[in-house]
């Protein structure tokens, strides 16, 4: 089994009640974020549409790197674009006005390039909103390799500049359930602060 075919199957073993959280609380909050930049909403590694590319299927478009993720969406009537690593999304320059990444970075060895690809598909004025796992969240998946905390997070890239950090499921960030509750995850919005064309 490749990688793809694990992380697929991995996907679609998140439990019933973990379905319905991400869809139902966590989406909601990200999707109510984007849309403070505007109603062109990208979400990027939207794997199998669990998140605010199910939620908001007519306002957002996702991007996604596995193959059988995109198929599955598709087959379920959701607008995805599959994408080739270290390569250009297939996006115009300024298309939308917002990327989301939801459970996303911590899965990336270096960033970099995810990061200028949403300040190239996204407007002078877009946003940028990244949810991380916290530790115990962190732990529980073994394809994860790059822990974010805060500091991390506030000097991520320099076309994006922090504005605010909050957590899920509680809003108040807080160490000790970062180690205990393994839905924790850290949310940081980002305003572009110039794009490198």
């Known amino acids: 089994m490749d990688n793809y075919e694990q992380y697929y199957a991995h996907l679609n073993a998140i439990s019933c009640l973990g379905r319905i959280y991400k869809r139902y609380f966590a989406s909601q909050i990200l999707y109510y974020q984007a849309k403070k930049f505007g109603d062109n909403i990208a979400e990027i590694g939207s794997g199998i549409g669990s998140g605010i590319l199910g939620a908001y299927p007519k306002h957002v478009i996702g991007f996604e790197i596995n193959p059988l993720a995109v198929n599955f969406c598709k087959k379920k009537k959701l607008t995805v674009h599959l994408i080739d690593e270290n390569k250009h999304y297939p996006a115009q320059e300024g298309e939308y006005d917002v990327c989301v990444l939801d459970n996303v970075l911590e899965h990336l060895a270096e960033p970099s390039f995810v990061l200028q690809e949403c300040a190239r598909i996204t407007h002078k004025n877009a946003g940028l909103i990244i949810a991380v796992p916290g530790d115990k969240g962190f732990l529980f998946d073994a394809d994860h390799k790059k822990h974010y905390r805060e500091q991390e997070l506030k000097n991520l890239s320099p076309e994006w500049q922090l504005l605010k950090t909050f957590s899920l499921p509680f809003i108040v960030k807080s160490e000790l359930l970062s180690t205990l509750i393994s839905?924790?995850?850290?949310?940081?919005?980002?305003?572009?602060?110039?794009?490198k064309h």
Request: proline share 0%.
């Open 183 to 195: 839905q924790y995850c850290l949310v940081a919005v980002y305003k572009k602060i110039h794009a």
